[in-house]
């Protein structure tokens, strides 16, 4: 019954025909229901193809391939400025495509955290990506500062695992005007949570902070409007839910009001040169208007061009049908881990479709140590979800390429996973 009413969902999803556009990892032979797109996307299957016309452009015309084509490689990071910009909200002067998810944030910091004996203090998660607290740690101590004196750390109360807005906002104003920089995820990575970006940003700015957001977890995920939100600079990584392929080029936001305001502080390279005067090759730095004066080097575009794909694709399905489909997976999911298997697991996700994205993580009533058997147990039906330290398991339907079919596979899986016995 349940299986038919997942085929029906399946056969009235007018985004079903997106899934043929990737490729499914197999198990046993067989295409996995994979969960993870939370964690590494699937590959698209264009991405070779585009891989391989860089390729060409190389072996064909060597350093030509800076200056011909469709894509000329000196201007490459701008071609996925105008998607990028679509899914986080942005201007596109606000955006730029450039290394990778940690390195953004530091160069970010570079920019806004700039403290002062007054003024020094960073606000973060507990417990965030450790990324994230590596490097927040080390440029406290890079500016000669104690992280036990300036890091503020807000973390959910005892045994619970969602943060509280209320928590947050009251470690804001305790630290007043010795905060300098709130630093928090759009979707915490373990619960998968959803925090309120323009409230949040707005209560910094409230005691004179910056407000800088990662969105690792956001990004493609869940509705952004930073530039609305007022958000002050903000990062992603394009390999998780923007299916961009392990380590592919990440992005970063930079507020308008900061981005053309040149005598904000940057780490600056040839490429965040104003273009008109790039291959001048003169010895002052003027930045691009915007956030392309924060870009560095040039374009890694055989990491860079795997990307084209599934942005593409986004802006084919169009974000907001796309959100459309994921609200209702993920409900779906959690509708029936309701009907199916709620006396054993619970869900740690908000239940507020709009306090989530895609994933949904759980954890098994009773021990740790059962919900790790559980997890191997999925493994072994063909379900790709993940474990996190100490007891969740994550799940993570991605409109683009997951069905409702495998959702329901998956309950499937946890159902007959935590009947049996959990020696
Ligand atoms: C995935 C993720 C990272 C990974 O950082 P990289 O620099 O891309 O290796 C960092 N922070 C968060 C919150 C993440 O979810």
Not at 59 to 70: C, K, S
Not at 105 to 116: A, D, E, G, I, N
Request: negative net charge; hydrophobic residues 40%; contains cysteine.
């Amino acid at each position: 019954m349940s299986r038919e009413q997942a085929a029906a969902l399946d056969r009235q999803d007018p985004l079903a025909g997106f899934r043929e556009r990737y490729y499914l990892p197999l198990h046993n032979g067989r295409e996995c229901a994979y969960f993870l797109g939370n964690s590494l996307g699937l590959q698209p299957k264009k991405a070779a193809e585009y891989v391989e016309e860089e390729l060409a452009t190389w072996r064909t015309h060597a350093i030509g391939g800076h200056f011909i084509g469709p894509r000329p490689w000196k201007d490459y990071a701008v071609n996925f400025i105008p998607p990028l910009a679509a899914l986080v909200g942005a201007e596109e002067d606000e955006v730029v495509c450039m290394n990778a998810l940690t390195v953004n944030l530091h160069l970010m910091m570079v920019s806004f955290y700039r403290p002062t004996p007054q003024r020094y203090k960073i606000l973060m998660e507990r417990p965030a990506f450790p990324s994230d607290r590596y490097a927040i740690v080390s440029q406290l101590q890079h500016h000669g500062l104690d992280p036990a004196k300036a890091l503020i750390e807000v973390g959910p109360p005892e045994g619970e695992y969602l943060l509280r807005r209320e928590d947050l906002v009251a470690a804001m104003r305790e630290a007043g005007d010795a905060l300098a920089l709130v630093l928090l995820p759009g979707v915490q990575y373990l619960s998968g949570e959803v925090l309120d970006i323009e409230g949040l940003t707005a209560e910094a700015h409230a005691v004179g902070a910056i407000a800088g957001w990662d969105l690792a977890h956001a990004a493609g995920n869940i509705p952004l409007r930073l530039h609305d939100w007022n958000v002050d600079f903000a990062a992603w990584c394009s390999y998780k839910y923007l299916n961009g392929g392990p380590g592919a080029t990440a992005g970063a936001f930079v507020h308008r009001r900061h981005g053309h305001d040149p005598s904000v502080p940057r780490f600056a390279g040839w490429w965040g040169q104003d273009k008109p005067t790039r291959f001048l090759m003169e010895p002052d730095f003027k930045p691009v208007p915007g956030a392309e004066g924060w870009h560095i080097s040039n374009s890694p575009v055989l990491s860079t061009c795997t990307l084209r794909a599934s942005l593409q694709d986004f802006m084919d399905a169009g974000f907001d049908r796309l959100r459309e489909k994921s609200v209702a997976l993920t409900g779906y999911l959690e509708r029936r881990l309701e009907e199916t298997v709620a006396d054993r697991i619970e869900i740690v996700t908000p239940r507020d479709p709009a306090r989530r994205g895609c994933q949904l993580s759980m954890r098994l009533r009773g021990s740790a140590d059962s919900g790790r058997v559980v997890f191997d147990r999925l493994g072994e039906l063909g379900m790709v979800c993940d474990w996190r330290e100490p007891d969740i398991i994550r799940a993570a339907p991605a409109p683009l390429y997951n069905t409702f079919s495998e959702v329901e596979q998956l309950v499937e899986a946890l159902d007959a996973a935590t009947r049996e016995d959990l020696a």
